[in-house]
């Protein structure tokens, strides 16, 4: 199927990603790898009328010690986080779920942000993060009521 049409809008730093997002509300979308929105939007399970680019934001792409927990950024991507040796030493589950994702396209390209927030059912990355603990945090622009 054809998804629906779209508007495309490029951020630049995540403090214009949220701006873009906080524009257009409910009715925007992040786009990064893409593995997991795409094929929703091609089945019309999800219909944005605004994707924001965000899939060249280096800073959000990481894996840092941070001495009592690990902390990964949305944009890591799953071959990242596969063949990182900080988490094969201290997180090997989610090193190994990494590299059940898809096939080595998806996991160049996938992201372990998307594959959570999109609770894909082709990734077990959700369910390995959660099984671990993981704690998520989410930046956005604050609304007052």
Do not use: W
């Not at 199927?1 to 701006?19: G, L, Q, V």
């Not at 949305?74 to 989610?94: F, G, Q, S, Y």
Request: one cysteine or more; hydrophobic letters at 45%.
């Amino acid at each position: 199927m054809i998804p629906a049409a779209f508007d495309y809008k490029r951020a630049t730093s995540a403090a214009e990603a949220i701006s873009l997002v906080s524009q257009y509300g409910d009715d925007a979308k992040f786009l990064a790898g893409g593995h997991s929105l795409i094929p929703l939007m091609k089945l019309r399970l999800a219909q944005p009328g605004v994707l924001v680019d965000i899939g060249r934001l280096n800073d959000l792409s990481y894996i840092t010690d941070k001495g009592d927990y690990i902390a990964i950024g949305a944009l890591t991507r799953h071959m990242r986080i596969e063949n990182c040796d900080l988490l094969k030493k201290e997180v090997p589950l989610l090193a190994h779920a990494a590299s059940h994702v898809g096939d080595a396209q998806v996991r160049h390209r996938g992201t372990i942000g998307g594959s959570i927030a999109h609770a894909d059912s082709a990734s077990d990355l959700p369910a390995t993060t959660l099984a671990l603990g993981a704690t998520y945090v989410a930046t956005g622009r604050r609304v007052s009521a």
